[in-house]
């Protein structure tokens, strides 16, 4: 099983953000940090001192919420496409276009789509903690408290150029409505 990569399923990324099935949290990290590019043995190396094991694995599984690469299992659109190679960020799907109002609503949301593509596509399992704190996070004061921890390792992985770009973004959705 170590060697096997997993990723979302459709079900899996729903599960995400409408929380439907009790999962233990240490459960729930893991499935946040599935993303069909890190074998389960990284998985497990990183996520082993909260107690995550293969039963972890075996649970998501059960419930359908991932499944094995080449399973025949359609993937979550964010396990199914590959982002670009590319040093600027790209913005999430969710978030409403550049010049629309975003209500607070919408506002967490599209931070929620951002810092949950950003993190793992800009740090990886090095930003694991940040990662849960952006599942916990309720409020836009919540989002801005992650803003300066995110950009700063942003800085550190990726250089000032790609983080300024980010800051940028952010500052745009966490920017009070009109």
Same mark, same amino acid.
């Given at each position: 099983?170590?060697?096997?990569?997993?990723?979302?399923?459709?079900?899996?990324?729903?599960?995400?953000?409408?929380?439907?099935?009790?999962?233990?949290?240490?459960?729930?990290? %893991?499935?946040?940090?599935?993303?069909?590019?890190?074998?389960?043995?990284?998985?497990?190396?990183?996520?082993?001192?909260? !107690?995550?094991?293969?039963?972890?694995?075996?649970? %998501? &599984?059960?419930? !359908?919420?991932?499944?094995?690469? !080449?399973?025949?299992?359609?993937?979550?659109?964010?396990?199914?496409?590959?982002?670009?190679?590319?040093?600027?960020? &790209?913005?999430?799907?969710?978030?409403?276009?550049?010049?629309?109002?975003?209500?607070?609503?919408?506002?967490?949301?599209?931070? /929620?789509? /951002?810092?949950?593509?950003?993190?793992?596509?800009? &740090?990886? &399992?090095?930003?694991?903690?940040?990662?849960?704190?952006?599942?916990?996070?309720?409020?836009?004061?919540? /989002?801005?408290?992650?803003?300066?921890?995110?950009?700063?390792?942003?800085?550190?992985?990726?250089?000032?150029?790609?983080?300024?770009?980010?800051?940028?973004?952010?500052?745009?959705?966490?920017?009070?409505?009109?």
């Amino acid at each position: 099983m170590r060697d096997t990569v997993f990723f979302k399923t459709e079900a899996g990324a729903q599960e995400i953000t409408a929380r439907q099935i009790r999962l233990h949290p240490r459960v729930r990290s %893991l499935l946040v940090l599935i993303d069909g590019k890190h074998r389960a043995g990284e998985l497990l190396d990183t996520l082993q001192t909260i !107690g995550v094991s293969e039963d972890s694995f075996k649970e %998501l &599984l059960n419930h !359908g919420l991932v499944a094995a690469a !080449g399973a025949g299992v359609s993937a979550a659109p964010e396990a199914a496409v590959e982002a670009p190679d590319t040093e600027m960020p &790209l913005a999430p799907a969710e978030a409403p276009s550049q010049g629309a109002p975003l209500d607070e609503q919408e506002q967490r949301r599209a931070l /929620y789509a /951002y810092f949950n593509l950003h993190i793992r596509e800009t &740090l990886g &399992l090095r930003g694991f903690m940040l990662q849960l704190q952006v599942e916990k996070a309720e409020t836009l004061a919540d /989002y801005a408290a992650i803003r300066d921890q995110f950009l700063s390792a942003a800085r550190k992985s990726k250089g000032d150029t790609v983080a300024a770009a980010m800051q940028a973004e952010l500052d745009r959705l966490l920017a009070p409505p009109a």
